[in-house]
């Protein structure tokens, strides 16, 4: 493990695997870096693969967790990352997408995989999302905000949560749990960002899979026609996830073409 200090001072954790052109990973809500682990290794053979923890998640520090986070910490996280082992390309999972496409850094190519914005097809997003996950955090209560995320966000049965609760797994739930503020916050409001996409200026491929819902395959679609250089690519996978060695494969063949 590596570590990289960012710009207000928080400590970004890091992996480095494998060999050739550097790549970053970049998490969604809810997963750090140990939940890459066998992306990284697929990857290996034809990249540096860099797997970094997003501030607040695994072996990272925290310095907005006094209440100053703002979404540019999380671009400055990147940027060092980014900075500390001149990667060239970064791929993108899940709501982890807004983090790499609104920092706007000097990468030669990028991948993003199934950024859930709410188009036509979408389930309604939770009433008041952000702000009953601030308030969950705010009263100390971080297994209520890990709940309604993994309930009425993700749609998982509320009965299998309540099983998930009695799990040793559930702390580690709850210690990521107010990063879920910070990957609500980076959404925005959720809606495909047409105006940010159309700024973004370097090649971008956009992945997802066959067996996701209808509306995140529409997802990946409505974001790949805002972007001026885009490929989309649908393979066979299982919900709002690729195989690593599926991944591998895609991405090599993109990062890796003329």
Known sequence: MDKVVSQDGTTIAYDVTGSGPGL??????????????????????????????????????????????????????????????????????????????????????????????????APPAPERYLERLQEFVAAGNPGGAAELFMVEAVGQPREMVEQM????????????APTLVYDALQMRDSAVPVELLASVDRPTLGLYSNASPEWLQRSVREMAAALP??????????????????????????????
Not at 42 to 56: E, H, I, K, P, Q
Not at 239 to 250: D, I, K, M, N, R
């Open 165 to 176: 609760r009695q799990s040793p797994m559930w702390a580690g739930f709850e210690a990521m």
């Open 24 to 121: 970053v990973l970049i998490a969604g809500a809810f997963t750090g870096r140990s939940y890459f682990g066998e992306y990284a290794e697929a990857l290996s053979s034809a990249f540096t693969v860099v797997n970094y923890d997003r501030r607040g998640r695994g072996d990272s520090g925290d310095a907005s967790d006094s209440g100053s986070y703002a979404v540019e910490r999380e671009w400055e996280d990147l940027e060092a990352v980014r900075s500390a082992t001149d990667a060239r390309y970064a791929c993108a999972f899940s709501s982890g997408s807004m983090v790499l496409l609104q920092a706007g850094l000097p990468f030669e190519k990028q991948a993003v995989v199934e950024p859930p914005f709410r188009v036509e097809g």
């Open 229 to 258: 250089q885009r490929t989309v690519e649908g393979r066979d996978g299982t919900f709002h996830t690729l195989p690593p060695e599926t991944l591998a494969e895609v991405l090599t063949g993109y990062f890796r073409s003329a």
